[in-house]
T-cell receptor, first 113, second 115 residues
Framework: AQTVTQSQPEMSVQEAETVTLSCTYD???????LFWYKQPPSRQMILVIR??????QNATENRFSVNFQKAAKSFSLKISDSQLGDAAMYFC??????????FGPGTSLSVIP | EPEVTQTPSHQVTQMGQEVILRCVPI?????FYWYRQILGQKVEFLVS????????KSEIFDDQFSVERPDGSNFTLKIRSTKLEDSAMYFC?????????????FGPGTRLTVT
């Protein structure tokens, strides 16, 4: 079965510091997408960053970057220079081809001023 | 940039009532999806829809649920007789222009509260 695991239910980081959120997934597919979504208290799902499995280069979006290890099926999110607005629930997600997105259980990130 | 829209943003209904949640997918997309997130839990797949029929549904998607694409733009989720446990955030998503990326784009969600 295809699953997504986030082993850290809660994380905290000092403002301006760096934090890494972990994610592992299980699949036998070779082509797929991986995503990190941010969910603030409004409960909207905001796409933070995406990674296409066939691309070896790790995706980067401003202060957000990923460490994609395809062989290890690992997809961690690094947030640099953390800001108070980064506090939210973060979901790792996996999508194989023309199929449903599978979400992890989420990591609640707190930012300490 | 094109986006998926959903209405209403918040719906309050009484147990046993019918509700219809509306979504306008990105124009020319071919695949449509509904997901559900109960408060404090992860997002779960409900149903996928392609070529005017359901292509896959989860065990959550029982006879109380139905989906429809009544015209060329809207995609709806109907819950026939709501239960308290249907209270959740419902997300619509769409994907796949022909010969293009299959990445799904999510709408902002509809918060359904059943009292």
């Amino acid at each position: 079965a295809q699953t997504v695991t986030q082993s850290q239910p809660e994380m905290s980081v000092q403002e301006a510091e760096t934090v890494t959120l972990s994610c592992t997934y299980d699949t036998s597919e070779s082509d797929y997408y991986l995503f990190w979504y941010k969910q603030p208290p409004s409960r909207q799902m905001i796409l933070v960053i995406r990674q296409e499995a066939y691309k070896q280069q790790n995706a980067t979006e401003n202060r957000f970057s990923v460490n994609f290890q395809k062989a290890a099926k690992s997809f961690s999110l690094k947030i640099s220079d953390s800001q108070l607005g980064d506090a939210a629930m973060y979901f790792c997600a996996y999508q194989p081809s023309y199929d449903k997105v599978i979400f992890g259980p989420g990591t609640s990130l707190s930012v300490i001023p | 940039e094109p986006e998926v829209t959903q209405t209403p943003s918040h719906q309050v209904t009484q147990m046993g009532q019918e509700v219809i949640l509306r979504c306008v997918p990105i124009s020319n997309h071919l695949y449509f999806y509904w997901y559900r997130q109960i408060l404090g839990q992860k997002v779960e797949f409900l149903v996928s829809f392609y070529n005017n029929e359901i292509s896959e549904k989860s065990e959550i998607f029982d006879d109380q649920f139905s989906v429809e694409r009544p015209d060329g733009s809207n995609f709806t989720l109907k819950i026939r007789s709501t239960k308290l446990e249907d209270s959740a955030m419902y997300f619509c998503a769409s994907s796949a222009l022909p010969q293009s990326s299959y990445e799904q784009y999510f709408g902002p969600g509809t918060r359904l509260t059943v009292t």
